[in-house]
C-alpha cells in the first residue's frame, strides 16, 4: 500500500518538486505546465506568483484564483493539478478551459496516479464548494476521459470539435 499525500504549492518546495515538474510538457493535451524549461531560480519565481494567485494576487487581467497542489507517492512528487476557485463563460464558451487539469511526471504515468490525482482534485472541488464542475479533455486524450467518467463524468456537448464538454455532480 502506498502513502498518497496532496499537498498545496508552498514556496518550500524544492529540487524534487522542480525536477518533476520538468516531466510534465509545457503543453499536453490542453493541460499549461508554466514551470516547465524554467531555470531554477525562475522556478522559485514560479512559486512566488503561483502561491500569491491562489488568493487573487497578482492575476493576470481576467483570471480566477486557483491553486495548485502536488501528488506526493510514498513521499515522492509525481504529479501536480490545479482548481479554479471559479468558473466563467469566457472560460467555457471562448477557452474551453474547466474547473481543473492535472498532469503526471511522464516516468510515473500508467500506474493509476492520475486517477488518484484526479479523486483528491474533486475532493478539493467539493470543499471549495462545487456542486458540480465541468472539464473540457480533448477528445483525444482517451485516459484523462476514461477517469472523468469513472468518476461520474457525462459527456454534455462537444468544444470545437475537439474536446468533450463533461459535467460532474459532486455531493
Not at 31 to 40: H, K, V
Not at 84 to 100: D, F
Request: aromatic share 12%; proline share 5%; with cysteine.
Amino acid at each position: 500500500m502506498h502513502n498518497i499525500e496532496l499537498k498545496q504549492l508552498s514556496l518550500d518546495m524544492g529540487k524534487t518538486e522542480y525536477d518533476m515538474l520538468q516531466e510534465i510538457p509545457e503543453v499536453e493535451n490542453g493541460f499549461t505546465n508554466p514551470a516547465y524549461n524554467l531555470s531554477y531560480d525562475e522556478y522559485k519565481e514560479w512559486l512566488r506568483i503561483t502561491d500569491n494567485n491562489s488568493i487573487g494576487i497578482d492575476l493576470p487581467e481576467g483570471w480566477i484564483p486557483y491553486t495548485t497542489y502536488v501528488l506526493y507517492v510514498d513521499g515522492i512528487p509525481v504529479g501536480y493539478g490545479r482548481v479554479r476557485h471559479s468558473s466563467s463563460e469566457y472560460l467555457e464558451k471562448v477557452v474551453g478551459a474547466g474547473n481543473l487539469g492535472y498532469g503526471i511526471a511522464k516516468e510515473y504515468r500508467r500506474r493509476g496516479y492520475g486517477s488518484i490525482l484526479f479523486k483528491e482534485l474533486l475532493k478539493k472541488c467539493k470543499e471549495i464548494g462545487y456542486t458540480e464542475i465541468k472539464l473540457f479533455p480533448m477528445k483525444s486524450n482517451e485516459p484523462t476521459v476514461k477517469i472523468m467518467m469513472k468518476n461520474g463524468g457525462q459527456i454534455i456537448g462537444d468544444f470545437k470539435n475537439q474536446k468533450h464538454i463533461i459535467r460532474i455532480p459532486l455531493e
